[in-house]
């Protein structure tokens, strides 16, 4: 079963280094979603793809955070400069694409402890 | 702001008994609905999708939606203690967009 996958599946470092991480989406998804979730609270959307393209971006992604798909494959997600605020958990999802069910299915997460 | 508000709980349900879990959201255009399931430390579960008003059953879950109060909810049958978990509500939004909202989630203890 080749469900999302995402590495690493933590990460602790140091406020101001850099952190990049990766998803790896069912193998016929064309639609991939980063998201955000802290202690007690429901994931916050960050961006979307569709295919390589960057079609949604949400004002909590400040300039420090960036994401790419180059292939329209897997995706990674870089934040630079890290703040203790950026600890969280990073998650990412994929969709099939032309679904009317737009059902979205989560990997495991990436956990980001910044000291 | 779009908003999807549910009870944080926690709710506790002795085994055996029905959980009623709520979700209410703010924005009269959504038409898409998702209840995911999620242990601690654990990333989301999909369980139930709606869309349609009224009920839809798969297995012990039931979701009901009401689009005119705006109005979500999920019913666990025969609840077991492995259905100890929290969750999310999460809304589509009626535009161009693919995200979701997601509500901050209902912790449910089913105590044995």
């Known amino acids: 079963d080749t469900g999302v996958s995402q590495n690493p599946r933590h990460k602790i470092t140091k406020r101001g280094q850099n952190v990049t991480f990766r998803c790896d989406p069912i193998?016929?998804?064309?639609?991939l979603y980063w998201y955000r979730q802290t202690l007690g609270q429901g994931p916050e959307f960050l961006t979307y793809f569709q295919n390589e393209a960057q079609l949604e971006k949400s004002r909590l992604l400040s300039d420090r955070f960036s994401a790419e798909r180059p292939k329209g494959s897997f995706s990674t997600l870089e934040i630079q400069r890290t703040e203790q605020g950026d600890s969280a958990m990073y998650l990412c999802a994929s969709s099939r694409d032309r679904s009317s069910y737009n059902e979205q299915f989560f990997g495991p997460g990436t956990r980001l402890t910044v000291l | 702001q779009k908003e999807v508000e549910q009870n944080s709980g926690p709710l506790s349900v002795p085994e055996g008994a029905i959980a009623s879990l709520n979700c209410t959201y703010s924005?009269?255009?959504?038409?898409?609905f998702f209840w995911y399931r999620q242990y601690s430390g654990k990333s989301p579960e999909l369980i139930m999708s709606?869309?349609?008003?009224g009920d839809k059953e798969d297995g012990r879950f039931t979701a009901q939606l009401n689009k005119a109060s705006q109005y979500v909810s999920l019913l666990i049958r025969d609840s077991q203690p492995s259905d100890s978990a929290t969750y999310l509500c999460?809304?589509?939004?009626?535009?161009?967009?693919?995200?979701?909202?997601f509500g901050p989630g209902t912790r449910l203890s089913v105590l044995p």
């Open positions: 924005d009269r255009g959504s038409q898409s």
């Open positions: 193998s016929e998804h064309n639609r």
């Open positions: 999460a809304v589509k939004e009626n535009n161009y967009g693919q995200n979701f909202v």
């Open positions: 709606i869309y349609s008003n």
